[in-house]
């Protein structure tokens, strides 16, 4: 009797399994960045705007010794957020405040009521040794630019863009973002010793002796830099010196996430491209190190990617396109939803510039042949500047895994994914992994929440006559470009 030989088959390798595709990602991210090990109910996640503004004022008026606020600006006629600041001061001789903020965000209005004419009272009434408000200034506008780009749109050359929200009115009313609170004394001691570190290299808001509306911006000796307008140079070089240590932190090895009962590990991430030479910010390289397993241990997954202002990078669009993935939907906020809709000059363009992004991406996606699995929804609520309109300023990624009906990761903070963030802006973010079901069920209301008011589009959508783009935008994008800004 003879028999036939046969080959047989060679089996693919099982996928991953998601606890092991999560130790993988977490050894290269422990390469990368600080690490930190807390339990899921330290996390809350807040769903309004107006939420955020009644938990602000509860945790301000509680603070027993210390109150951090990083923000881009706080809205000149914050009228009620000041007086709660000074109410917590006035009852606790204990309790010091720092507010770091952007300087040309925050002086922009100067000589009329600004930011700063509105905090610097706070230091005539308390003493500089218990409230300092400081302001960061881009190295990347000085000179002939400082004095010719117009104010309404300089902050396109770099912000202190770390916050916790822009603190004015609409982002306690009208503006959808995302809230997460994090209750940790070693996150919060981390992420004071950022604050501390830009502060040191900032000026400091100081009163007039004769007005205490005015205010003088002072570069104080103790800071261990020059001027950033009067040595940009030296000043990126010693900027670096100070922040890159705390960014690069090294972490003790942990016991793996599936085996701890700290059930949530928080990565946090700073974007300092603008004070780092060379560049060691870990938001970016960690964002493409996750985006780039979509197509690997995380094929399969399903995500979800948001950002107000549809601008990211070209390298983090392909990463998206590349994926293998489920279902992939991005979010940003529609012309009638931006926050520069209406806006007088060439911020007024901006909605448009967008849309004709949002275009270019669209194609890309039919280019790729994923208009099945990736879409693009536009978030609108009314339209802003009138009654009832909102605009939407919600960041990040959330995660998916393949087998998982939740998220198990995701990623929020301050960070557009742009140009400008990755090249000129000062950003934080946190990444979040957890294996806790209650988090990953609230990570996913959170997901679908944010998409209420959000419709798919496709590129039919752009025939229409009022999403049409003009030439004026394109030369005014360009123009942008070529004298070293960014939207």
């Given at each position: 009797m003879s028999t036939a030989?046969?080959?047989a088959p060679v089996p693919h390798p099982a996928p991953p399994s998601p606890l092991s595709a999560f130790a993988g990602l977490q050894d290269e991210l422990d390469k990368l960045s600080p690490r930190f090990a807390i339990r899921a109910s330290q996390i809350q996640i807040i769903q309004s705007p107006k939420d955020f503004y009644d938990t602000l004022k509860s945790k301000i008026l509680t603070a027993r010794r210390r109150i951090y606020l990083s923000t881009l600006y706080i809205g000149k006629n914050e009228y009620e957020l000041v007086n709660t600041i000074r109410q917590a001061l006035s009852q606790n001789p204990e309790l010091k405040v720092s507010i770091l903020t952007d300087a040309l965000r925050g002086t922009r209005e100067t000589p009329e009521p600004s930011c700063a004419s509105l905090l610097v009272p706070l230091v005539a009434e308390f003493g500089a040794h218990r409230v300092e408000i400081r302001m960061y200034h881009t190295p990347n506008l000085t000179g002939v630019r400082k004095r010719i780009i117009p104010r309404r749109i300089n902050e396109g050359w770099g912000l202190q863009h770390m916050k916790l929200a822009n603190l004015s009115s609409d982002y306690f009313s009208n503006r959808q973002d995302r809230y997460h609170l994090i209750s940790s004394q070693r996150v919060t001691d981390y992420f004071a010793s950022i604050h501390h570190a830009v502060g040191a290299l900032s000026y400091r808001v100081?009163?007039?002796?004769?007005?205490r509306a005015a205010y003088h911006l002072r570069w104080p000796e103790s800071n261990p830099a020059p001027s950033?307008?009067?040595?940009?140079?030296r000043f990126i070089a010693s900027a670096g010196t100070l922040l890159n240590p705390l960014i690069r932190a090294v972490t003790p090895r942990q016991r793996p996430l599936e085996d701890s009962i700290q059930d949530t590990i928080l990565y946090p991430l700073a974007q300092f491209t603008p004070l780092l030479r060379p560049d060691t910010s870990t938001e970016y390289p960690t964002l493409m190190t996750v985006l780039r397993r979509l197509a690997t241990d995380f094929a399969g997954s399903r995500w979800t990617f948001t950002a107000g202002y549809f601008n990211?990078?070209?390298?983090?669009?392909?990463?998206?396109?590349a994926s293998r993935c489920e279902r992939g939907v991005v979010v940003t906020a529609s012309p009638w939803s931006n926050g520069f809709y209406g806006s007088k000059g060439v911020s007024g363009m901006l909605p448009s510039a967008y849309t004709l992004l949002s275009r270019r991406f669209l194609e890309a996606v039919q280019r790729a042949g994923l208009t099945s699995s990736i879409q693009l929804k536009e978030w609108r609520r009314g339209t802003i500047g009138k009654e009832g309109?909102?605009?939407?300023?919600?960041?990040?990624?959330?995660?998916?895994?393949?087998?998982?009906?939740?998220?198990?990761?995701?990623?929020?903070g301050s960070s557009n994914y742009t140009k400008r963030s990755y090249s000129l802006d000062l950003e934080t973010n946190v990444l979040i992994l957890t294996r806790n079901s209650d988090l990953q069920s609230r990570l996913a209301a959170e997901e679908t929440w944010l998409q209420d008011h959000a419709r798919m589009i496709d590129l039919d959508e752009f025939t229409k006559t009022e999403r049409r783009v003009g030439l004026h935008v394109r030369v005014a994008m360009w123009i942008v470009s070529l004298v070293g800004g960014a939207l």
């Open positions: 030989n046969h080959t100081e009163p007039d002796t004769e007005d950033p307008l009067e040595d940009p140079k990211i990078r070209p390298e983090l669009q392909s990463l998206l396109l309109g909102w605009t939407y300023h919600a960041k990040g990624l959330w995660v998916t895994l393949p087998a998982e009906d939740h998220p198990s990761m995701t990623l929020v």
